[in-house]
């Protein structure tokens, strides 16, 4: 080996270990720097791992366009240090200057409590604030990262979508019924279409400020397969801020509320009849003078003073007459087809909230008079529906469903009442709309059917006509149809006009025209 290839050889072995010494500066270094930190950047360190490795984010909830009504985002929590602060008072007026605090006699107090390690003095502060808020260079602080369920559409979906707990676990709604595959990281997709909701909602909000209603309910769904395409409660709440259970807006009244609805329980009294009597279309009832029963006298709103067909008891909204049908028909033959419609039982609808109707305690011939026009039995708004989807269907249907059918979903042939009963009521409902008590839900161009109520509420067994219960169920198209809705207002009144009527035919009939003007074209209806 000559004297060149032994200095070349001595080169590369120093190169070697130069190399090799830098690498171990370089971790010892670094060491070093990761030991003159603070112990709270382990801290953070390890929660920032946490949320990342074992708290897997919610899963989404989508709307039947696969919209996103509920996700999840990253907020920060604003924590102090007191033990490790050595002056607070300039901490404080740093704080004073930079960020906003609801309470900053409480921020204050924090901090000077040096018997506490750690104290959280501000939550739910976005990332460019919580960026600005760390450039200032304030020390003794830290910045947590938790994640918060967002829910962009606010209070247009509040009931139908709920909200989770401080744990993300839902407590109602959506968040509720499919918890355990949201925890899963799932994404669950509703049958709601959020452009229907909007609208709905509007129409619902200004009619209910114009009837100076307690509450108001709207509830549209797919006739043919239970998806509950709207669902509307007010008042509502925004799911995003603190939630109050004890106030009204967090009560869902379209499945929790019961009501005596009233007159549209007629086409559940006239179907029974029809499907198991001899009573048919061409029947005739005494509506001549009010009906006595027992220490009772049913009287009609806008009494006719003669014998009416089925038809005209139908659109002139005739309680004497339909009384007159149910006790022809029989008290046991009307309590059962109630039963069947599901009227007597807790409602199907897969939300937690909702509750058992109230029903008689004994069931008479009263009762049956009663019954037959909506008093004496006490549902929910969703469970109008249920029934209603069950006569007019073509499909059947064992529940009602917030979430979207998968496209594999088949239903039987709804048998539950005749062809030919079937379509006498749909020719009923679409001739109330022209001739009748719901003339105000006529729509140019569009064949709506449907029947109007108008029911007083019972306190300590008395009705008071000063508190009424004003509803509108509809169909449409009336001939074969497609889509059911109920537009509801709890104790309306005209404070500006005390003459102007507050029944069905005068609230709910009229928001469903102005409803269903704005969603047909949305929901592809010719």
């Known amino acids: 080996m000559n004297i060149n290839q032994t200095s070349a050889l001595n080169i590369k072995k120093i190169l070697i270990l130069g190399f090799i010494m830098s690498i171990i500066g370089l971790v010892v270094v670094m060491r070093i720097f990761e030991l003159s ?8 360190t390890n929660k920032k791992q946490n949320i990342n490795n074992t708290n897997h984010e919610r899963g989404l909830l989508l709307d039947r366009n696969k919209n996103i009504i509920a996700s999840n985002i990253y907020v920060y929590s604003l924590k102090a240090y007191p033990r490790k602060i050595n002056k607070p008072e300039k901490m404080i007026q740093l704080l004073k200057e ?24 501000k939550k739910n502060i976005t990332a460019p604030e919580a960026k600005r808020i760390n450039s200032i260079g304030i020390p003794g ?3 947590v990262p938790v994640i918060k369920r967002l829910y962009p559409n606010e209070k247009v979906t509040s009931h139908y979508v709920g909200h989770v707990n401080k744990e993300m676990k839902g407590v109602s709604g959506a968040e509720r019924s499919f918890n355990d595959t949201l925890d899963k ?17 509007d129409e619902l909000v200004k009619a209910s400020k114009e009837f100076n209603s307690k509450s108001a309910t709207a509830i549209i769904a797919d006739i043919n397969n239970g998806e509950i395409i709207s669902l509307v409660s007010l008042p509502d709440y925004n799911p995003n801020t603190s939630i109050d259970p004890n106030i009204i807006s967090y009560r869902n ?62 659109i002139r909204s005739s309680n004497i007459g339909a009384s007159r049908i149910a006790l022809k028909l029989g008290n046991r033959k009307l309590k059962s087809f109630y039963d069947d419609l599901g009227l007597l039982k807790l409602s199907t609808i897969d939300l937690y909230e909702k509750t058992d109707p109230i029903t008689p305690g004994k069931w008479g011939d009263v009762e049956t008079a009663t019954l037959s026009f909506g008093h004496g039995l006490s549902i929910s708004p969703i469970q109008m529906i249920e029934a209603g989807s069950l006569l007019f269907s073509e499909n059947k249907n064992t529940s009602v469903t917030i979430k979207k059918r998968e496209p594999s979903y ?16 749909k020719e009923l409902m679409y001739e109330n709309v022209i001739f009748g008590t719901g003339k105000k839900a006529k729509i140019s161009g569009y064949e709506i059917g ?7 509420k019972s306190l300590n067994g008395k009705y008071d006509k000063n508190k009424l219960v004003s509803s509108f169920l509809a169909i449409f198209p009336a001939k074969n149809p497609k889509y059911i809705s109920l537009v509801l207002f709890d104790e309306p009144n005209n404070k500006v006009d005390i003459k102007r009527s507050t029944g069905g035919g005068a609230t709910a009939a009229p928001t469903t025209a102005k409803i269903l003007m704005r969603i047909l074209p949305i929901l592809g209806l010719p």
Request: no cysteine.
């Open 37 to 44: 930190l603070p112990n709270g950047y382990e801290q953070v």
């Open 98 to 121: 930079h960020v906003d605090f609801n309470d900053f006699d409480a921020v204050k107090r924090k901090i000077y409590n040096k018997d506490k390690f750690e104290v959280v003095i």
């Open 141 to 143: 602080l830290e910045f």
């Open 185 to 201: 990281g799932e994404n669950v997709q509703l049958s709601i279409d959020i452009r229907v909701q909007y609208a709905v909602r």
């Open 253 to 314: 009244t379209a499945t929790l509320n019961l009501y005596e609805m009233g007159s549209t329980f007629k086409i559940f009294s006239i179907a029974a009849a029809l499907e198991s009597s001899d009573i048919d279309i061409d029947s005739k009832f005494d509506a001549r003078k009010p009906m006595k029963l027992s220490k009772f006298t049913i009287k009609d709103h806008h009494p006719q003073n003669r014998i009416l067909s089925i038809k005209e008891i139908f």
């Open 410 to 425: 088949k239903s039987e042939k709804n048998n539950f009442i005749s062809a030919k009963t079937k379509s006498i009521l």
């Open 450 to 456: 449907g029947k109007t109520a108008t029911g007083e």
